[in-house]
């Protein structure tokens, strides 16, 4: 942070040649520069510890290295592919425009000063620069003060998301549907089918447990990824219960010798055999057999 402070001028001639100063931040005046809307608010080194550095046309410079948590509004109906735009608010609380004019420090869309992440990758960084006008009662004119804001854009890095949920989730999903309409024996039974199926089921949903631990907490709606792994389950379920609806078919049809009902021949698109049709037999006798 810098400023120009009138009452911090001298000749650096008349003092030996000496144009900066080193001072303790709390010997000189500072603006109250502070974060609208701050949840809490530390400093990363104590302001007894914090130097100002003085040239001798009145230019100061501080680094105040602070904390500062506070609330963005998150869109998380895309999550794991999601963007985000978080705006923070500076001002002085108690020096209006005529007293303290803030400016940016950097220019828009710079983001050499900002360090990337682990989970976030920061697209572009704005800034603009408007005055408001407050009301401070009857007795008091109406004061306009300066305000900066700082618009940050930054999408989440799914990579973690697509590795550990997305494609083992997918895979459990692919290998289970394959595995309950695939034949295992010649004589058609599909218990062991079954077992898959609902072994699948429970390994989404401990995902799904994971997953709603790691997704935000919303009342929006379900973000895309909760959406995806809900959608599976769904699948995997209807499959089991496909693959319970054939075993019973299967066993009244092959076992009791009962005919499948006709709405599941319809919905087959397959058509009911004769019942009175005879199997004809047929025998080869071997020309190297005696007769």
């Known amino acids: 942070m810098f400023w120009n402070d009138d009452f911090l001028v001298w000749n650096a001639t008349e003092f030996g040649g000496i144009d900066k100063l080193h001072l303790p931040a709390t010997a000189i005046w500072r603006p109250d520069l502070i974060v609208y809307g701050a949840v809490k608010t530390e400093f990363a080194l104590p302001l007894e510890d914090t130097v100002a550095v003085v040239q001798s046309n009145g230019r100061v410079a501080v680094e105040l290295a602070q904390v500062v948590q506070m609330f963005c509004v998150f869109d998380i109906e895309l999550f794991p592919f999601d963007k985000q735009n978080c705006t923070m608010e500076f001002g002085s609380w108690t020096y209006s425009l005529d007293r303290v004019a803030f400016a940016p420090l950097k220019d828009n869309g710079s983001t050499e000063f900002l360090r990337d992440q682990l989970e976030w990758e920061i697209i572009s960084f704005e ?41 083992p989730s997918f895979l459990i999903t692919l290998l289970s549907v394959i595995g309950l309409f695939a034949p295992f024996s010649s004589s058609g039974e599909r218990q062991e089918k079954v077992t898959l ?7 989404m949903a401990l995902i799904l447990d994971i997953v709603s631990k790691e997704i ?9 990824l909760g959406r995806f792994v809900l959608y599976e389950l769904i699948i995997i379920a209807l499959a089991v219960l496909t693959a319970v609806v054939i075993i019973s078919f299967h066993k009244a049809t092959v076992l009791r010798k009962e005919p499948p009902p006709r709405w599941l021949l319809r919905f087959l698109l397959l058509k009911q055999a004769d019942a009175k049709r005879r199997t004809r037999r047929i025998f080869i006798q071997s020309p190297l057999l005696p007769n």
């Open 216 to 224: 935000p907490k919303t009342s929006k709606g379900i973000p895309l």
């Open 127 to 167: 800034s603009n620069l408007l005055e408001g006008v407050y009301e401070l009662g009857d007795s008091f004119k109406n004061e306009t003060f300066d305000e900066l804001y700082y618009h940050f854009v930054f999408k989440r890095k799914p990579t973690f998301y697509i590795i550990y949920l997305v494609i």
């Open 197 to 203: 199926g609902l072994t699948s089921l429970f390994a």
